[in-house]
């Protein structure tokens, strides 16, 4: 059974910096891949940064130079470092995973399994 737990979420001023976390148990992939989405009100779910199981990262234009992936196999977690937030950036944000082969991973339909998501918000 496959469960993702995210934490780490907060309400912060522009310019702050968050980290969450997603603690997955129950998750092992050689082929796969685990992902951050996020979900502002009335908007669709967009991804924000992937990372296949081999560790290649990819993070969403519009994120890149302010977010970062990363992971801890050894503890079973998946990191996203968010830096030079800005009010655009409150949404709920999702760990998601899948573990069988996806040619990008950075869809909504690639993923099977996802947490139940962490508010993030920056405001002054």
């Known amino acids: 059974q496959v469960h993702l737990v995210e934490s780490g979420g907060d309400s912060v001023q522009p310019g702050g910096s968050l980290r969450l976390t997603c603690a997955a148990s129950?998750?092992?992939?050689?082929?796969?891949?685990m992902a951050w989405f996020r979900q502002a009100p009335g908007k669709e779910r967009e991804v924000v940064a992937s990372l296949d199981y081999d560790g290649t990262g990819t993070i969403a234009n519009d994120f890149k130079r302010r977010f970062f992936i990363s992971q801890d196999n050894s503890e079973k977690a998946l990191y996203l470092q968010m830096t030079h937030l800005k009010p655009e950036d409150t949404a709920m944000y999702y760990c998601?995973?899948?573990?069988?082969?996806?040619?990008?991973?950075?869809?909504?339909?690639?993923?099977?399994?996802w947490g139940q998501g962490t508010q993030v918000t920056v405001s002054s």
């Open positions: 129950g998750f092992t992939t050689t082929t796969g891949c």
């Open positions: 998601a995973a899948e573990p069988t082969h996806r040619e990008w991973c950075l869809l909504v339909p690639d993923y099977s399994y």
